[in-house]
Nanobody, 125 residues
Framework: QVQLVESGGGSAQPGGSLRLSCAASGRSLNDYDMGWFRQAPGKEREFVAAIRRSGGHTYYSDSVKDRFTVSRENAKRTVALQMSSLKPEDTAVYFC??????????????????WGQGTQVTVSS
């Protein structure tokens, strides 16, 4: 079992940057692939980014590719999501998740079985 806590959310202007962190406790983070998802009001939870347990492979949704970067430091039990060139449509609650998804589920919530409580990101002028 692993417990996840997100931090770093807040408000930013369009074009700005924010860095989200996900701190893990309990079982080793080395045992899990990690994902970031987000959910805007009235919308379904959507995939944002993922990183394999070794850090060797990363995945991004088309909407954030080239703007967001996912990284991890297993020794520090943290996963980060660096968000740049933020847009109002990035406004959502962001969740980190741990799991062992296969390639077909790495972009799907059902590939992950441990979730944090989420952190709010608001992008507006």
């Amino acid at each position: 079992q692993v417990q996840l806590v997100e931090s770093g959310g807040g408000s930013a202007q369009p074009g700005g940057s924010l860095r989200l962190s996900c701190a893990a406790s309990g079982r080793s983070l080395n045992d899990y692939d990690m994902g970031w998802f987000r959910q805007a009001p009235g919308k379904e939870r959507e995939f944002v980014a993922a990183i394999r347990r070794s850090g060797g492979h990363t995945y991004y949704s088309d909407s954030v590719k080239d703007r967001f970067t996912v990284s991890r430091e297993n020794a520090k039990r943290t996963v980060a999501l660096q968000m740049s060139s933020l847009k109002p449509e990035d406004t959502a609650v962001y969740f980190c998740a741990a799991g062992t998804p296969i390639l077909s589920t790495v972009r799907q919530a059902r590939g992950y079985f441990h979730w944090g409580q989420g952190t709010q990101v608001t992008v507006s002028s």
